[in-house]
């Protein structure tokens, strides 16, 4: 069936990376690693289940970079020491013995601290809470995230360093690409974003000093692993605000994407909530202009589970690649049984409710044989990122 879907199914490369498809499975928090941030058992056959999904990529969830300030939500998994690292091997390992490449996305939370067994307190560009309120389906506490202090610029300089020291990390247990998770409201961009970026030195002001931080880590991350696949997730919206836009709309994603271009990575991937719709007036999504300001391959995401849309989002040239959450989350053979013209299983809110946690998954599909909900489940709400 894959001349349904020409494109979609045929061989792409992300810098020295070659997939056999454009399908990729999408970042999605499980919040269920060990309490100091180790890899389970249970991890690994999840990630070995996509594996065996037909998919050209498969991408980690995000492991969060320090013992410091970077974890952001209660059992998640890091890459911070030697522990943590060596955890990760067996994932790889198994995804490795089913035939494909796996990504790793490293990430510090900044405001968006909900859990962090490590320090107290949480660091952000300025001193400004986060819009919303914690989220639930991620062991949050009730009520608003806590206040930042601003971070010091020594503390940045340490940021900027243990990016590069957990990508490298993850290269030397055999990652085949990086991702750094610059978007979704998480440090880098609340360096980005205007409302949370109240500083008065070269790091804000215009857009072109907002996204310096951003440009410094990626440069110390491909420094640091020049012989795989670098790239950096980007989005305007938040997990705490779904509405944000950039306030310079196309000139803001205009002097973004050509400063990213400018560090040596390989890729952008466009997170939006609502896919590859137009944005800022013009005809194109972000990611499509992402791709027309940087000249990188793009990933897009968004919606994009559908088959139908997926193909015509790359037919349009609005991004290179997609990737694919929700409907992977459903059925892990998503890219296969689309490849092959059979239905895969449809992703039903129950699986996420009342915890986005692998126990709940696994009961959910225990007492769901086949995939089909048994009982009523949540109503269905808005997720930026799983």
């Given at each position: 069936?894959?001349?349904?879907?020409?494109?979609?199914?045929?061989?792409g490369a992300l810098g020295p990376l070659d997939l056999a498809n454009r399908t990729i499975v999408g970042p999605m928090t499980r919040a269920s690693a060990t309490v100091d941030g180790l890899v389970t058992d249970q991890m690994r056959d999840y990630y070995a289940d996509f594996g065996r999904g037909g998919w050209g990529l498969l991408e980690t969830e995000a492991a969060y970079i320090d013992l410091k300030y970077s974890q952001g939500y209660d059992y998640q998994p890091g890459i911070a020491n030697a522990a943590q690292q060596e955890s990760w091997r067996k994932v790889v390992d198994a995804v490795h013995a089913e035939g494909m490449p796996i990504m790793l996305?490293?990430?510090?939370?900044?405001?968006?601290?909900?859990?962090?067994?490590?320090?107290?307190?949480?660091?952000?560009?300025?001193?400004?809470r986060p819009k919303g309120i914690q989220i639930d389906r991620y062991r949050g506490g009730k009520g608003p995230f806590q206040t930042p202090r601003e971070i010091t610029r020594d503390e940045m300089a340490e940021v900027v360093q243990s990016f590069a020291d957990a990508a490298r990390r993850g290269v030397e247990v055999g990652f085949d690409a990086i991702e750094?998770?610059?978007?979704?409201?998480?440090?880098?961009?609340?360096?980005?974003?205007?409302?949370?970026?109240?500083?008065?030195?070269?790091?804000?002001g215009p857009i072109e000093s907002r996204v310096r931080f951003h440009c410094e880590i990626m440069e110390a991350v491909r420094h640091a692993c020049p012989q795989v696949a670098v790239g950096v997730r980007i989005s305007q919206t938040k997990v705490n605000d779904f509405d944000h836009v950039w306030a310079g709309g196309a000139e803001d994603a205009r002097a973004t994407f050509a400063a990213l271009a400018q560090t040596g990575i390989d890729f952008l991937h466009c997170s939006a909530h609502l896919g590859v719709t137009p944005?800022?007036?013009?005809?194109?999504?972000?990611?499509?202009?992402?791709?027309?300001?940087?000249?990188?391959?793009?990933i897009t995401n968004g919606k994009l589970h559908d088959p139908v849309l997926a193909e015509q989002a790359l037919v349009q040239e609005e991004g290179d690649f997609v990737t694919v959450a929700k409907g992977a989350l459903g059925d892990p053979a998503w890219a296969a049984k689309v490849r092959d013209g059979i239905e895969p299983i449809a992703f039903d809110p129950g699986m996420i409710t009342?915890?986005?946690?692998?126990?709940?998954?696994?009961?959910?599909?225990?007492?769901?044989p086949g995939g089909k909900a048994q009982t009523a489940t949540a109503p269905r709400d808005k997720t930026e990122t799983l």
């Open positions: 069936m894959t001349e349904r879907y020409p494109t979609l199914f045929s061989p996305q490293i990430f510090h939370c900044g405001a968006i601290n909900q859990g962090n067994p490590w320090v107290e307190g949480s660091i952000s560009s300025s001193v400004v750094v998770h610059g978007a979704n409201g998480y440090l880098p961009d609340q360096f980005l974003s205007a409302h949370t970026n109240l500083r008065k030195d070269e790091y804000g944005v800022f007036g013009t005809t194109r999504s972000l990611s499509g202009l992402a791709r027309d300001f940087s000249g990188l391959p793009v009342p915890l986005a946690t692998l126990d709940n998954y696994y009961d959910w599909l225990a007492a769901n």
